[in-house]
Nanobody
Framework: QVQLVESGGGSVQAGGSLRLSCVVS????????MAWFRQAPGKEREGVAA???????TYADSVKGRFTISMDNAKNTVYLQMNSLKPEDTAMYYC??????????????????WGQGSQVTVSS
């Protein structure tokens, strides 16, 4: 079993920054992929950034150059640094993990555990 607890969401003006944190507990040694997803009202959940067990990073085109995913193994925490935020980044953000290699970094159905979500609101 793996538990994920997110923090760090909030409201910010366009152009601002936020950092999301996700603390991983439980069977952390068995996680293979960590990822951040987001879901805006009326839209499907979409992958934003992912990091695998050897540090390979994947980003959605919409956030490349603005968002950075990182992992602090000593703290069992994964971060999402979000810069140059835009109103279209407004969504509930979720961290997720899976215990296997999988086929697609941003296929939500391949993830085994999810956090409770953290709201990010960007005003223009």
């Amino acid at each position: 079993q793996v538990q994920l607890v997110e923090s760090g969401g909030g409201s910010v003006q366009a152009g601002g920054s936020l950092r999301l944190s996700c603390v991983v507990s439980g069977d952390t040694y068995s996680t293979y992929y960590m990822a951040w997803f987001r879901q805006a009202p009326g839209k499907e959940r979409e992958g934003v950034a992912a990091i695998d067990s050897i540090g390979v990073l994947t980003y959605a085109d919409s956030v490349k150059g603005r968002f950075t995913i990182s992992m602090d193994n000593a703290k069992n925490t994964v971060y999402l640094q979000m810069n140059s935020l835009k109103p279209e980044d407004t969504a509930m953000y979720y961290c997720a993990t899976r215990l296997w290699v999988g086929y697609c970094a941003f296929r939500a159905s391949e993830y085994d555990y999810w956090g409770q979500g953290s709201q990010v609101t960007v005003s223009s």
